[in-house]
T-cell receptor, first 110, second 113 residues
Framework: EDQVTQSPEALRLQEGESSSLNCSYT??????LFWYRQDPGKGPEFLFT???AGEEKEKERLKATLTKKESFLHITAPKPEDSATYLC???????????FGTGTRLKVLA | DAMVIQNPRYQVTQFGKPVTLSCSQT?????MYWYQQKSSQAPKLLFH???????NEADTPDNFQSRRPNTSFCFLDIRSPGLGDAAMYLC????????????FGPGTRLLVL
């Protein structure tokens, strides 16, 4: 069964304290791995798409990486405005479905 | 700016009273999706349209229906809302179904009294 697992469920960081969020996937062929940011009461906002192992994408304080089994979202020197839930989703080859994880709730303290 | 728009942002309905949520897009994307998201849970796909072709998920209750009258608009109809249907409803679009990124609207929060 296709599955995406994110860890940790919740993470509290001090401002400037770098960390990484994990997205592990078990799917029948990966066509793409997507990262989204979701603020409370809002829809997910697209961050990155990764297609193949070894690929990296970077935007401001965020960097996403991909291996054959997992993806990481690295947050460097986070600020309070980075507080949000970060979702990852895997697009499967077999069913063309986006399988979402339950997200990591990040809180950055000033 | 090209975008996905959902109306209303908040909807209150009564138990058993039909309700319709709307989604429009200016991206000219072929695929439109409806997801249900409950607190601290992953978005759950209800159904999607590829152009006019409707694809229902096997576990989507019959209580949920959808219409796509044209490329830009898609509607979610809940025929007899129950308390368990209270959730955030997310509309998303993608250009195709290859390696396409999904773009989401702001969501509609549904409250069932």
């Amino acid at each position: 069964e296709d599955q995406v697992t994110q860890s940790p469920e919740a993470l509290r960081l001090q401002e400037g304290e770098s960390s990484s969020l994990n997205c592990s996937y078990t799917v029948s062929g990966l066509r793409g791995l997507f990262w989204y940011r979701q603020d409370p009461g809002k829809g997910p906002e697209f961050l990155f798409t990764l297609y193949s192992a070894g690929e990296e994408k970077e935007k401001e304080r965020l960097k996403a990486t991909l291996t054959k089994k997992e993806s990481f979202l690295h947050i460097t020197a986070p600020k309070p405005e980075d507080s949000a839930t970060y979702l990852c989703a895997a697009l499967t080859s077999g069913t063309y479905k986006y399988i979402f994880g339950t997200g990591t709730r990040l809180k950055v303290l000033a | 700016d090209a975008m996905v728009i959902q109306n209303p942002r908040y909807q209150v309905t009564q138990f058993g009273k039909p309700v319709t949520l709307s989604c429009s897009q200016t991206l000219n994307h072929n695929v439109m999706y409806w997801y249900q998201q409950k607190s601290s849970q992953a978005p759950k796909l209800l159904f999607h349209y590829y152009d006019k072709d409707f694809n229902n998920e096997a576990d989507t209750p019959d209580n949920f229906q959808s219409r796509r009258p044209n490329t830009s608009f898609c509607f979610l109809d809940i025929r007899s809302p129950g308390l368990g249907d209270a959730a955030m409803y997310l509309c998303a679009t993608s250009k195709g179904q290859g390696k396409e990124t999904q773009y989401f609207g702001p969501g509609t929060r549904l409250l069932v009294l």
